[in-house]
């Protein structure tokens, strides 16, 4: 049974930093995609990062250049580093995975992951 915990998030001034984590346990695939979505109130989830096992990573355009997603494979752990955060960002993130590779065209999109963490909040104040 793979189980997802995301855990990390919190509440931050506007330019500050914070780095999510996703413990991934049972997941013991060659071939996958990993990724974070955020979800505001009133708003759909979005992608905001992803990551395919041959290290190809995509990023939402309102994230690109601030954010950084990387993963641990020894740990089964994926991360999220959020730099420079503006209160746009302030939403619950969730982590997600797949045990296929996702490809360019939909690492973002949340409709082809298959195992969700809960979600972790993050506030960013102006």
């Known amino acids: 049974q793979v189980k997802m915990v995301a855990s990390g998030g919190g509440s931050v001034q506007a330019g500050g930093s914070l780095r999510l984590s996703c413990a991934a346990s049972g997941y013991t695939y060659s071939s996958y995609c990993m990724g974070w979505f955020r979800q505001a109130p009133g708003k759909e989830r979005e992608g905001v990062a992803a990551?395919?096992?041959?290290?190809?990573?995509s990023y939402a355009d309102s994230v690109k250049g601030r954010f950084s997603i990387s993963q641990d494979n020894a740990k089964n752990t994926l991360h999220l580093q959020m730099n420079s955060l503006k209160p746009e960002d302030t939403a619950m993130y969730y982590c997600?995975?797949?045990?296929?590779?996702?490809?360019?065209?939909?690492?973002?999109?949340?409709?082809?992951?298959?195992?969700w963490g809960q979600g972790t909040q993050v506030t960013v104040s102006s």
């Open positions: 997600a995975a797949r045990s296929l590779e996702c490809g360019l065209l939909h690492r973002l999109r949340r409709y082809v992951y298959t195992y």
């Open positions: 990551i395919d096992s041959d290290g190809s990573t």
